[in-house]
């Protein structure tokens, strides 16, 4: 595991993202299987992640998007087949696999 005073980035980790309103079984997850949990920051108005803002996070190390389907705020859902589409078109563009 990791301890507090190191970043991801030391031991090239692998790192997932998820909006910052997840599940709570995303970071116990994460701990688990040492994966780097990066989350997309809320905005106001903005309570979901969309494709573009999936896409532009992903680099070399991301092994995945977590799509959130219900937010505890106010019910919405991200896209999980715009978000697919997107990082399927990541994928053909920069030789990225992202699940």
């Not at 995303?26 to 494709?51: H, I, Q, S, T």
């Not at 999936?54 to 190390?61: G, K, L, M, S, T």
Request: with cysteine.
């Amino acid at each position: 595991m990791l301890h507090e005073k190191h970043t991801a980035e030391e031991f090239n980790l692998d790192d997932t993202y998820a909006s910052a309103d997840l599940s709570a079984g995303m970071p116990k997850f994460c701990r688990y299987w040492d994966v780097e949990l990066r989350e997309a920051p809320l905005e106001p108005g903005r309570y979901v992640m969309g494709p573009a803002e999936a896409v532009a996070r992903c680099d070399e190390n991301t092994i995945g998007v977590v799509a959130t389907l219900g937010t505890t705020f106010t019910g919405h859902y991200e896209s999980v087949e715009e978000i697919s589409d997107a990082l399927n078109q990541l994928q053909q563009d920069r030789r990225l696999d992202i699940t």
